[in-house]
């Protein structure tokens, strides 16, 4: 069982910058695949950023790439999602989700998940 926590959203102008975090618990932590979420009002959750257990690979959304980065620190049972050059379309809940396997843009197929942060940008 894994249980996660999001921290670090907030409100920033646009072409701010902020940190997720993910912080989980369970001894499994490091052999899931982790990503990040995000939905908006009005709209489905949708992938942000995905890493693989190793670190070693990560995966983006065509909207954030090159703004975003996604890591983790396997010690401290964490993952970050570096946000900068932060848009008002950024605006949503962001979660984290846990899962065994390989990394999925599709949110059904992660196991856990985080109760959301909110990110809100303004113009």
């Known amino acids: 069982q894994v249980q996660l926590v999001e921290s670090g959203g907030g409100l920033v102008q646009a072409g701010g910058s902020l940190r997720l975090s993910c912080a989980a618990s369970?001894?499994?932590?490091?052999?899931?695949?982790m990503g990040w979420f995000r939905q908006a009002p009005g709209k489905e959750r949708e992938f942000v950023a995905a890493i693989s257990w190793s670190g070693g690979s990560t995966y983006y959304a065509d909207s954030v790439k090159g703004r975003f980065t996604i890591s983790r620190d396997s010690a401290k049972n964490t993952v970050y999602l570096q946000m900068n050059s932060l848009k008002p379309e950024d605006t949503a809940v962001y979660y984290c989700?846990?899962?065994?396997?390989?990394?999925?843009?599709?949110?059904?197929?992660?196991?856990?998940w985080g109760q959301g942060t909110q990110v809100t940008v303004s113009s």
């Open positions: 369970g001894r499994t932590f490091s052999s899931y695949t």
């Open positions: 989700a846990g899962r065994r396997g390989s990394w999925s843009t599709r949110p059904i197929l992660y196991d856990y």
